[in-house]
């Protein structure tokens, strides 16, 4: 067979692997506020046909295989062997233990007429105790927490968890999403720089470990992908990184880009598309939840506030159109305002300039609800970090970039921030896993035959 048949042969393939992939997945997720909740009742409540997956780009989109001319579109998950939404078992860790539906009906976010229907499922679903430090969450404090001599301890314990969840729900693989709270701001220091000198800071209680890393740390070395939906600095550091290449393990983060960062990165290419000069760029956002509460926290908002200014200065790239950008003042506010709860308002003042330098402005108001945003984000992140540890992809996972204000790309290389380039990264990546799924399935059939 020559190869352009071969290679059509295998999409043919690939195009037919719709069952899903074999088994069931667990998804684990430290902290089980707010986004993990609306994610795990949106699933049961999709499940039971009281809603569809809006916003999930593995539930609603579509790819064409070859991107040859007339070549119909399909829906991802009918072309790719994705898990199945009904495959999807939910747990994690908390400070509060609290279940599922009382830790829901607290966020406030999904109705309570649909909390009802899905709360049998909702109940079950119980917190692990958490591995916490208050040095790295100011605001908030809770009881249903782990100890350990150390902090190798606790990641131990975390790995046990991770086997007991598995062998107890009979799954075939899980991923881990950090769904919890934002860690104060840090810098990579030397016990980041290798996995020798982390496993040792991890047995020394090295105060520069954090906990979000002991959970990356313990899901690594369980062959556990793990994705950071928050801005802490975790799965960026080289130590994490260094194992997460020598197993074989993706890595994605990080801090979800759902409302004021998502406009962000659509707006900004428009206007470097066009050649239209930006003098300023103001956003505040005021929101009521948990989050908001712990971002309330300078050294919390501090690590939030540099993730969300990253985007904007590497899209206008100043340094290639002075005229155009190199005096933008780019402000972020972000403001604690109960009030609001979960319904967050973004609101964005821009001041462009166009012919012979005359200024305009624009205004956003974006009234969004955070977690509504946030959990197709998980579910899709959840299903693409499970299918490209199935293609033996390991290491920061930069195609997943779509989903983050401050993408994880290896060391040394740029970040994409714009989202239409980090779409089409996202769907030539899906391309190529359909080819190896395809590949891997016609070996194991031949060695079956064999
Ligand atoms: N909603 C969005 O649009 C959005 C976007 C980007 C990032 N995020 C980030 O996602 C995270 C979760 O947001 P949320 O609205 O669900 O917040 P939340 O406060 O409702 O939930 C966070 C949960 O994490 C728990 N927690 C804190 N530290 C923990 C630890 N060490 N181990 C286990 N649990 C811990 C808290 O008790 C809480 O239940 C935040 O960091 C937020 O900044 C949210």
Same mark, same amino acid.
């Given at each position: 067979?020559?190869?352009?048949?071969?290679?059509?042969?295998?999409?043919?393939?690939?195009?037919?692997?719709?069952?899903?992939?074999?088994?069931?997945?667990?998804?684990?997720?430290?902290?089980?506020?707010?986004?993990?909740?609306?994610?795990?009742?949106?699933?049961?409540?999709?499940?039971?046909?009281?809603?569809?997956?809006?916003?999930?780009?593995?539930?609603?989109?579509?790819?064409?295989?070859?991107?040859?001319?007339?070549?119909?579109?399909?829906?991802?998950?009918?072309?790719?062997?994705?898990?199945?939404?009904?495959?999807?078992?939910?747990?994690?860790?908390?400070?509060?233990?609290?279940?599922?539906?009382?830790?829901?009906?607290?966020?406030?976010?999904?109705?309570?007429?649909?909390?009802?229907?899905?709360?049998?499922?909702?109940e079950v679903i119980r917190?692990?105790?958490?591995?916490?430090?208050?040095n790295y969450v100011k605001?908030?404090?809770?009881?249903?927490?782990?100890?350990?001599?150390? *902090?190798?301890?606790?990641?131990?314990?975390?790995?046990?968890?991770?086997?007991?969840?598995?062998?107890?729900?009979?799954?075939?693989?899980?991923?881990?999403?950090?769904?919890?709270?934002?860690?104060?701001?840090?810098?990579?220091?030397?016990?980041?720089?290798?996995?020798?000198?982390?496993?040792?800071?991890?047995?020394?209680?090295?105060?520069?470990?954090?906990?979000?890393?002991?959970?990356?740390?313990?899901?690594?070395?369980?062959?556990?992908?793990?994705?950071?939906?928050?801005?802490?600095?975790?799965?960026?550091?080289?130590?994490?990184?260094?194992?997460?290449?020598?197993?074989?393990?993706?890595?994605?983060?990080?801090?979800?880009?759902?409302?004021?960062?998502?406009?962000?990165?659509?707006?900004?290419?428009?206007?470097?598309a066009r050649m239209l000069?930006?003098?300023?760029?103001?956003?505040?956002?005021?929101?009521?939840?948990?989050?908001?509460?712990?971002?309330?926290?300078?050294?919390?908002?501090?690590?939030?506030?540099?993730? *969300?200014?990253?985007?904007?200065?590497?899209?206008?790239?100043?340094?290639?159109?002075?005229?155009?950008?190199?005096?933008?003042?780019?402000?972020?506010?972000?403001?604690?305002?109960?009030?609001?709860?979960?319904?967050?308002?973004?609101?964005?003042?821009?001041?462009?300039?166009?012919?012979?330098?005359?200024?305009?402005?624009?205004?956003?108001?974006?009234?969004?609800?955070?977690?509504?945003?946030?959990?197709?984000?998980?579910?899709?992140?959840?299903?693409?970090?499970?299918?490209?540890?199935?293609?033996?992809?390991?290491?920061?996972?930069?195609?997943?970039?779509?989903?983050?204000?401050?993408?994880?790309?290896?060391?040394?290389?740029?970040?994409?921030?714009?989202?239409?380039?980090?779409?089409? *990264?996202?769907?030539?990546?899906?391309?190529?896993?359909?080819?190896?799924?395809?590949?891997?399935?016609?070996?194991?059939?031949?060695?079956?035959?064999?």
């Amino acid at each position: 067979m020559d190869d352009r048949l071969s290679t059509e042969k295998t999409r043919t393939d690939a195009a037919s692997a719709n069952d899903g992939a074999p088994g069931r997945l667990g998804v684990l997720t430290p902290g089980m506020g707010a986004i993990a909740t609306t994610f795990f009742g949106g699933v049961l409540a999709i499940r039971q046909a009281l809603g569809q997956p809006i916003g999930a780009l593995s539930q609603m989109a579509t790819l064409s295989l070859d991107q040859s001319p007339g070549e119909t579109q399909a829906l991802i998950r009918t072309v790719l062997p994705l898990a199945r939404m009904e495959d999807l078992v939910f747990g994690g860790w908390d400070i509060f233990a609290d279940d599922m539906y009382t830790a829901a009906r607290d966020a406030g976010v999904l109705e309570p007429a649909t909390l009802e229907q899905i709360r049998s499922g909702l109940e079950v679903i119980r917190p692990m105790p958490a591995v916490f430090d208050r040095n790295y969450v100011k605001r908030i404090d809770g009881p249903h927490i782990k100890t350990g001599r150390t *902090k190798m301890d606790l990641a131990d314990q975390v790995r046990a968890d991770i086997q007991q969840f598995k062998s107890a729900h009979g799954l075939e693989r899980l991923v881990m999403i950090w769904c919890a709270s934002t860690e104060v701001y840090s810098e990579a220091g030397s016990v980041h720089q290798s996995l020798t000198r982390f496993e040792e800071g991890l047995k020394n209680n090295d105060p520069g470990i954090a906990p979000s890393m002991i959970y990356a740390y313990a899901a690594i070395r369980e062959g556990v992908p793990f994705a950071n939906g928050a801005p802490n600095l975790t799965e960026d550091i080289p130590a994490l990184q260094e194992l997460a290449l020598e197993k074989r393990v993706p890595l994605c983060g990080k801090d979800f880009k759902t409302g004021q960062t998502m406009l962000k990165t659509v707006l900004a290419p428009a206007f470097k598309a066009r050649m239209l000069g930006v003098s300023g760029w103001f956003s505040t956002n005021i929101l009521g939840n948990r989050d908001g509460e712990v971002l309330d926290d300078p050294r919390a908002q501090k690590t939030k506030a540099i993730s *969300k200014l990253g985007a904007l200065e590497h899209i206008l790239n100043a340094e290639a159109h002075p005229d155009l950008y190199s005096n933008m003042h780019h402000q972020v506010r972000i403001n604690y305002y109960p009030p609001r709860g979960d319904n967050k308002e973004g609101w964005d003042n821009i001041d462009i300039f166009g012919w012979l330098g005359y200024p305009m402005q624009i205004k956003i108001d974006f009234l969004c609800r955070d977690s509504i945003l946030a959990a197709p984000l998980i579910l899709d992140v959840a299903l693409f970090m499970d299918l490209a540890g199935r293609c033996g992809w390991g290491g920061p996972q930069e195609w997943l970039s779509f989903y983050f204000k401050s993408p994880t790309v290896p060391a040394g290389a740029p970040a994409e921030h714009d989202l239409f380039c980090q779409l089409e *990264k996202l769907k030539d990546r899906l391309r190529e896993a359909s080819l190896a799924m395809a590949a891997e399935s016609a070996e194991s059939s031949w060695r079956t035959a064999n």
